[in-house]
C-alpha cells in the first residue's frame, strides 16, 4: 500500500531536460537582485524613519490606550467584543490549528502549483475577502454604537426630531452588550419541576446542587453568557457556513480547494480588517476613533 | 629558438583570471573553476555548502518572479539580517531594568549609526512578519500546500508562530513605555486561557507582572532560545521543500 504522498512523487512524469534551467545563474542571480532591492530598501526606509522610543517604562503610568504589537492588535480587537478567553487564546489556537490541517482535508492534486487554480477562484476569492471585510467591519461599527449615534445625528441634523436619541426599546440592539443589559430577563425566569435552575437568569448553577464549591461547577450568568460566548462564537461558526452556502448556491464551489480559497480568503480579510481597526482606529478607553483624532495620554 | 614555436601569448584578460580564479588559494576554497560553463555552474551549485538549498536545475517555470516573488527566500533573508543586526546590537545592550533603557537611548546617540542600527532591526522584524504572512497567502493561493506538501505546510505555519513571538520578545527589550505595556496587554491575554492561564503567564513572566525576571526571559529567548529553535524549523523547512520535489507545478 502506497500511501497518498509518495504516490504523488512517483507519478510525476519524467524531467523534461529542455523544460529546466540552471540555478546558477538564472536563480541566484535573481536571489542576488531581491536580496539587494530589499537591503537598499531597508536601508533608506533606516535612514529616513527611525524606530519609536518614548519614555522609560513606568508601571505605574498606563498610557490609554494601551497597545499589544501591531501584529497582535487583530487578538486584542477581539477582545473587545467577546469573553478574553475566546478572543486571546481559543481562537487563534483554533485558527493555527484549521490553518495547518488545511492539507489534510484539501488533498484533491488539481490546481496545484497554478494561481488561483480552480475555475471560480479568482471570485471566490474576492467575494471571501470582501464580503468578510465588509461583515466584519459592520459588526465592528454595530458593537462601537455607531449606528447608534449616525442615526441619532442623522435624526437631528435633518430637523425631523431635534432631542431624538435611541429608542428604550432598541437598547438590546446597541451593542453586543445589549443582549446583557437591554433585555429585562429577570422577569422572564421560569421554574422547571422543584429544581429551581433558571430563578435567576444571572446565575444559573452549573452541575449538582451542593457542589458549588468546585470552580468548574460556578453559576453561569447566563445573559452575559449570551453576548460574550454564544453570540460571537456563533457568529464566527455561522458566518463561514453561510458563506459557503451561498457561493454553493451559486454554483460556485464544486470541491474542497474551493471552499479553502473562500475561508481561507474571508480569513484573510477578517485578519486585515480587525489588524487595521486595532492598529488605527481605537483611542481612549478603545473607543472608535478616525486615526486622526487618536490621542496617547498617559495616566 | 624561433617565437614561432612558443604557445600562443595569452590576452591581458587571460592573464587576469588566470591569476584570479587559477592560483592555489582560489581553488583550494572553490573546487570548480569559474562558473561559466554549464559544468563549473552545476558544480558551483552542488559543492558550496550555502548553495546547495538549491538543486543544480530547476524547472523553467519556477524562476518566473510572478510565480513565488522571492516571498519565501525574503523572509529567510530577513532572518539572516535580523541575525547581524541583532548580533551587533547585542554590543551595546544589557538586559537589566536599570540599563535596558539607558543603553538603547546612548546606542542612539553615541555610538556611529547605532540609530541606523536599531531602525535596520526593527523594520526588518516588521518586514519579516510581513513576508512571511505574504509568503503563506503564496504558498496557499498557488495550491502548493497540496500532497507531497502537507507536512511543510504545517512546519511553514509552526515558522509564522516562532516569527511572532521572535518579534514579540524583541518587543520589550527597549524597556519604553510602547515596550512595557505592550507585553503587558499581550501577556494579559495569554493569562485569560482556560485551566492554564495564569500558570502560563507566571511561566513567561517569571511572575505576576512585567518586571526584571520578564525582561531576562524575553531577552535570552529573543536571543538564542527562539532563534535556535526557528532554524531548527526552517531547516526542516528549506529541506522539504527539495524533497517534496521543489516548488509545486500542475502535474
Given at each position: 500500500?502506497?500511501?497518498?504522498?509518495?504516490?504523488?512523487?512517483?507519478?510525476?512524469?519524467?524531467?523534461?531536460?529542455?523544460a529546466?534551467?540552471?540555478?546558477?545563474p538564472?536563480?541566484?542571480?535573481?536571489?542576488?537582485?531581491?536580496?539587494l532591492?530589499?537591503s537598499?530598501?531597508?536601508?533608506?526606509?533606516?535612514?529616513?524613519?527611525?524606530?519609536?522610543?518614548?519614555n522609560?517604562?513606568?508601571?505605574?503610568?498606563?498610557?490609554?490606550?494601551?497597545?499589544?504589537?501591531?501584529?497582535?492588535?487583530?487578538?486584542?480587537?477581539?477582545?473587545?467584543?467577546?469573553?478574553?478567553?475566546?478572543?486571546?487564546?481559543?481562537?487563534?489556537?483554533?485558527?493555527?490549528?484549521?490553518?495547518?490541517?488545511?492539507?489534510?482535508?484539501?488533498?484533491?492534486?488539481?490546481?496545484?502549483?497554478v494561481?488561483?487554480?480552480?475555475?471560480?477562484?479568482?471570485?471566490?476569492t474576492?467575494?471571501?475577502?470582501?464580503?468578510?471585510?465588509?461583515?466584519?467591519?459592520?459588526?465592528?461599527?454595530?458593537?462601537?454604537?455607531?449606528?447608534?449615534?449616525?442615526?441619532?445625528?442623522?435624526?437631528?441634523g435633518?430637523?425631523?426630531?431635534?432631542?431624538?436619541?435611541?429608542?428604550?426599546?432598541?437598547d438590546?440592539?446597541?451593542?453586543?452588550?445589549?443582549?446583557?443589559?437591554?433585555?429585562?430577563?429577570?422577569?422572564?425566569?421560569?421554574?422547571?419541576?422543584?429544581?429551581?435552575?433558571?430563578?435567576?437568569?444571572?446565575?444559573?448553577?452549573?452541575?449538582?446542587?451542593?457542589?458549588?464549591?468546585?470552580?468548574?461547577?460556578?453559576?453561569?450568568?447566563?445573559?452575559?453568557?449570551?453576548?460574550?460566548?454564544?453570540?460571537?462564537?456563533?457568529?464566527?461558526?455561522?458566518?463561514?457556513?453561510?458563506?459557503?452556502?451561498f457561493?454553493?448556491?451559486?454554483?460556485?464551489?464544486?470541491t474542497?480547494?474551493?471552499?479553502?480559497?473562500?475561508?481561507?480568503?474571508?480569513?484573510?480579510?477578517?485578519?486585515?480588517?480587525?489588524?487595521?481597526?486595532?492598529?488605527?482606529?481605537?483611542?481612549?478607553?478603545?473607543?472608535?476613533?478616525?486615526?486622526?483624532?487618536?490621542v496617547?495620554?498617559?495616566? | 629558438?624561433?617565437?614561432?614555436?612558443?604557445?600562443?601569448?595569452?590576452?591581458?584578460?587571460?592573464?587576469?583570471?588566470?591569476?584570479?580564479?587559477?592560483?592555489?588559494?582560489?581553488?583550494?576554497?572553490?573546487?570548480?573553476?569559474?562558473?561559466?560553463?554549464?559544468?563549473?555552474?552545476?558544480?558551483?551549485?552542488?559543492?558550496?555548502?550555502?548553495?546547495?538549498?538549491?538543486?543544480?536545475?530547476?524547472?523553467?517555470?519556477?524562476?518566473?518572479?510572478?510565480?513565488?516573488?522571492?516571498?519565501?527566500?525574503?523572509?529567510?533573508?530577513?532572518?539572516?539580517?535580523?541575525?547581524?543586526?541583532?548580533?551587533?546590537?547585542?554590543?551595546?545592550?544589557?538586559?537589566?531594568?536599570?540599563?535596558?533603557?539607558?543603553?538603547?537611548?546612548?546606542?542612539?546617540?553615541?555610538?556611529?549609526?547605532?540609530?541606523?542600527?536599531?531602525?535596520?532591526?526593527r523594520?526588518?522584524?516588521?518586514?519579516?512578519?510581513?513576508?512571511?504572512?505574504?509568503h503563506?497567502?503564496?504558498?496557499?493561493?498557488?495550491?502548493?500546500?497540496?500532497?507531497?506538501?502537507?507536512?511543510?505546510?504545517?512546519?511553514?505555519?509552526?515558522?509564522?508562530?516562532?516569527?511572532?513571538?521572535?518579534?514579540?520578545?524583541?518587543?520589550?527589550?527597549?524597556?519604553?513605555?510602547?515596550?512595557?505595556?505592550?507585553?503587558t496587554?499581550?501577556?494579559?491575554?495569554?493569562?485569560?486561557a482556560?485551566?492554564?492561564?495564569?500558570?502560563?503567564?507566571?511561566?513567561?513572566?517569571?511572575?505576576?507582572?512585567?518586571?526584571?525576571?520578564?525582561?531576562?526571559?524575553?531577552?535570552?529567548?529573543?536571543?538564542?532560545?527562539?532563534?535556535?529553535?526557528?532554524?531548527i524549523?526552517?531547516?526542516?523547512?528549506?529541506?522539504?521543500?527539495?524533497?517534496?520535489g521543489?516548488?509545486?507545478?500542475?502535474?
Open positions: 500500500m502506497v500511501s497518498r504522498a509518495a504516490a504523488a512523487i512517483r507519478t510525476r512524469p519524467r524531467r523534461e531536460r529542455e529546466e534551467v540552471l540555478v546558477w538564472d536563480l541566484v542571480f535573481i536571489e542576488f537582485i531581491s536580496a532591492i530589499f537598499i530598501a531597508l536601508m533608506v526606509l533606516s535612514a529616513m524613519v527611525n524606530a519609536p522610543l518614548l522609560r517604562a513606568d508601571p505605574d503610568t498606563t498610557p490609554n490606550p494601551s497597545k499589544a504589537p501591531w501584529y497582535f492588535l487583530n487578538l486584542q480587537e477581539l477582545l473587545l467584543h467577546m469573553e478574553p478567553a475566546w478572543a486571546g487564546v481559543i481562537v487563534p489556537t483554533i485558527a493555527l490549528v484549521l490553518l495547518a490541517a488545511i492539507p489534510y482535508w484539501d488533498r484533491d492534486q488539481d490546481g496545484q502549483g494561481w488561483f487554480g480552480t475555475k471560480f477562484a479568482g471570485r471566490l474576492v467575494f471571501g475577502f470582501t464580503a468578510a471585510t465588509m461583515v466584519t467591519s459592520l459588526l465592528i461599527i454595530w458593537d462601537g454604537s455607531l449606528h447608534v449615534i449616525w442615526t441619532e445625528n442623522i435624526i437631528r435633518l430637523g425631523l426630531n431635534s432631542d431624538f436619541s435611541w429608542p428604550g426599546g432598541l438590546w440592539f446597541r451593542n453586543l452588550r445589549g443582549f446583557d443589559t437591554g433585555i429585562p430577563w429577570e422577569s422572564l425566569g421560569f421554574t422547571i419541576g422543584g429544581f429551581t435552575m433558571f430563578e435567576d437568569w444571572r446565575a444559573i448553577p452549573l452541575g449538582i446542587p451542593g457542589t458549588t464549591t468546585d470552580p468548574w461547577l460556578l453559576n453561569l450568568n447566563f445573559p452575559s453568557f449570551l453576548s460574550q460566548q454564544l453570540i460571537p462564537v456563533a457568529t464566527m461558526v455561522g458566518l463561514p457556513i453561510v458563506f459557503v452556502l457561493c454553493k448556491a451559486l454554483g460556485w464551489i464544486h474542497r480547494r474551493d471552499i479553502a480559497l473562500l475561508i481561507f480568503s474571508a480569513f484573510i480579510g477578517v485578519y486585515l480588517t480587525t489588524t487595521i481597526v486595532g492598529t488605527a482606529f481605537r483611542g481612549q478607553g478603545q473607543d472608535l476613533k478616525p486615526p486622526w483624532d487618536i496617547v495620554l498617559e495616566e | 629558438m624561433s617565437n614561432l614555436e612558443r604557445a600562443p601569448r595569452k590576452s591581458f584578460n587571460d592573464l587576469i583570471y588566470d591569476l584570479i580564479f587559477k592560483n592555489y588559494v582560489w581553488q583550494s576554497i572553490f573546487r570548480t573553476g569559474y562558473p561559466n560553463t554549464p559544468r563549473n555552474q552545476m558544480l558551483a551549485v552542488a559543492t558550496n555548502v550555502f548553495l546547495h538549498l538549491h538543486p543544480t536545475r530547476i524547472h523553467r517555470t519556477h524562476v518566473k518572479i510572478t510565480h513565488t516573488y522571492c516571498l519565501g527566500g525574503l523572509s529567510f533573508f530577513m532572518f539572516l539580517g535580523l541575525t547581524v543586526t541583532g548580533v551587533l546590537l547585542m554590543f551595546y545592550y544589557v538586559p537589566s531594568v536599570e540599563r535596558a533603557y539607558q543603553d538603547i537611548q546612548a546606542l542612539e546617540s553615541n555610538v556611529r549609526f547605532g540609530q541606523l542600527l536599531r531602525n535596520m532591526h523594520w526588518m522584524a516588521h518586514a519579516m512578519i510581513i513576508l512571511v504572512l505574504l503563506m497567502m503564496r504558498v496557499f493561493y498557488t495550491g502548493a500546500y497540496k500532497p507531497p506538501r502537507e507536512f511543510n505546510w504545517v512546519v511553514g505555519v509552526v515558522l509564522f508562530i516562532l516569527t511572532l513571538l521572535l518579534s514579540f520578545t524583541g518587543y520589550l527589550l527597549p524597556w519604553d513605555q510602547l515596550a512595557f505595556w505592550a507585553i496587554v499581550g501577556t494579559t491575554m495569554v493569562g485569560s482556560p485551566v492554564l492561564g495564569d500558570e502560563s503567564k507566571f511561566l513567561l513572566l517569571g511572575g505576576f507582572s512585567v518586571g526584571p525576571n520578564a525582561l531576562i526571559r524575553f531577552y535570552t529567548l529573543h536571543v538564542i532560545g527562539l532563534p535556535l529553535v526557528i532554524s524549523f526552517m531547516a526542516v523547512h528549506f529541506w522539504r521543500v527539495r524533497r517534496d521543489g516548488l509545486a507545478r500542475p502535474l
